[in-house]
């Protein structure tokens, strides 16, 4: 497909096209929403994002496949591509892998999201000597979403410097999206383990457990089950690319069934090795129902944060 008069990089051009919106918004029109709201996006500094897609042009040793981009375009042309297809509400997923990052990613986050108002302005941490006081510090600036990644981080959630923070985003109530399964390759800290202990100790923490766990779906969605505060996102789930490493087990789907009010759409935007339209699907076929499949594409998430049609 072509681009859609798009300034994007000369490296590359984003394959979005009229067809591909047109594909996208009658799917959610379909349903009777006003549009779609996608708590797992990646909008970082550009230096920052060319070396995420240079480990994916690669097919790092976490990844062990190829992992086009198919998304691949300058920031403007990313952001217009989700307004394009109807997406309300995106958020910026940042992430440090090292200490001195976290703090210079939130001072760009605030950027973005001022510039940006449909993004949920997002922030993160590190465990570092400091976090509390920056974590503190993004809450006051009006932070609605944080991003942890224990896999890329390489850091445990129960890492004593966390403390702070945990406690921070417990009392303010803003939701992590916390990459914590063992997907697409086992770190020294993921798995459910960390999180139940963490829970032990936060009984009310506010996570959204990204790509539902992958591959150990059962442990969380016993998790989502057990703490009122934990959700699932949807991110790479259900999609072809994604059940031909780790399916999900059909065996659960009475469980999600159940559970629907508390799963939201994540699509990894920019970074995914199939079209968005591609995402919806996922999630329609299941066959779970259109109550179910509007509340994980829309309602779940205005009502987590206070989305509202313009």
Known sequence: MGSVGLMCDDRDIAPFSPAEVDAVRDMWQRLGLPGIIDVHTHFMPGRVMDKVWAYFDS???????DWPITYRANEEARVDALRSFGVLAYSSMIYPHKPAMAQWLNSWAVEFAATHPDCLHTSTFYPEPGAGAYVSAAVDAGTRVFKSHI????????????DDVWGLVDDAQIPVVIHCGSGPAPG?????????????????LPLIVAHMGTPEYVQF???AEQYENV??????????FSEEGAPYPRTLMPRLTALGHK?????????IPYGYRHALDAIVRLDLGDDWVRGVLHDNAARLFDVRPV
């Open 263 to 271: 799963i939201l759409f994540g699509s990894d935007f920019p970074n």
């Open 231 to 240: 959700r699932l996102d949807t991110t790479m789930s259900f999609t072809d």
């Open 59 to 65: 097919a790092g040793p976490m990844l062990g496949r």
């Open 188 to 204: 020294r800290h993921t798995g459910p383990e960390p999180i139940r202990t963490l829970l032990s100790r936060f009984p009310t």
């Open 221 to 223: 969605l016993d998790l």
């Open 151 to 162: 896999q890329v981080g390489d850091y445990s959630p129960l890492d004593p410097m966390l």
